[in-house]
């Protein structure tokens, strides 16, 4: 999944809000391109681990899209009125919600009286879990993988490659010193300096996100 690209000194948080700017323009392929690569696999995680089969989770990611397509321009860029993330995060939750809806009901059948359907939306709603590990809980787990995910990104056109793969290995993947020095066939000195020069990096990059 490609993430945003921002320029040097640049956060990618305030670029995304100036990407919402250009979604207005449905005819602007590059910048929803860019919305669908960077945020897709977030919204289908979620549904995965809100109980949805991979089918149901294409469909959620589908229908988040075409949602946000439509109200873009309702969307207030002024944080105090909403941040994105909580804002893409209901429409997610609303199509995880669709997707439970579909599902066929055993020994009762789905009634189709429009005066049923703000009691059906609820109980609908009612199964997707909210309570312990439930959506909130997943998609602040999700959305923080995804962060990271963007810090590493950047992190990585910042750093030489075989800087990068010590720290991955060494830091991320927790693999012993030696283990790596043998596998990349650098020293122990090089694999302490890579993670000396990169995990500060990272640090800030995530600070920046959070910010």
């Known amino acids: 999944m490609r993430k945003l690209v921002s320029s040097p000194g640049t956060d990618p948080i305030p670029t995304r809000y100036s990407l919402l700017s250009r979604l207005k323009n449905w005819d602007d392929q590059e910048s929803w391109r860019t919305f669908f690569e960077t945020y897709w696999r977030l919204?289908?995680?979620?549904?995965i681990k809100s109980g949805l089969s991979e089918s149901e989770a294409e469909d959620v990611v589908q229908e988040t899209v075409i949602c946000v397509a439509k109200d873009i321009h309702k969307f207030k860029l002024d944080r105090a009125l909403g941040s994105f993330k909580g804002w893409l995060k209901n429409l997610t939750r609303w199509r995880i919600a669709d997707q439970l809806r579909k599902r066929p009901?055993?020994?009762?059948?789905?009634?189709?009286?429009?005066?049923n359907s703000v009691e059906t939306e609820s109980a609908t709603l009612e199964k997707i879990p909210d309570t312990g590990f439930g959506l909130d809980a997943i998609w602040e787990e999700e959305w923080q993988q995804h962060l990271f995910s963007v810090a590493m990104g950047?992190?990585?056109r910042q750093v030489k490659e075989e800087q990068f793969q010590i720290f991955d290995l060494y830091a991320i993947k927790n693999w012993p010193a030696r283990k790596v020095a043998r596998r990349l066939?650098?020293?122990?000195?090089?694999?302490?300096l890579a993670k000396h020069?990169?995990?500060p990096l990272l640090k800030k990059e995530l600070a920046r996100l959070k910010e």
């Open 197 to 199: 020069r990169v995990g």
């Open 43 to 47: 919204i289908y995680s979620t549904a």
């Open 105 to 115: 009901v055993a020994g009762q059948q789905q009634s189709q009286d429009e005066g």
């Open 154 to 156: 950047r992190v990585k």
């Open 185 to 192: 066939g650098v020293s122990l000195a090089q694999v302490y």
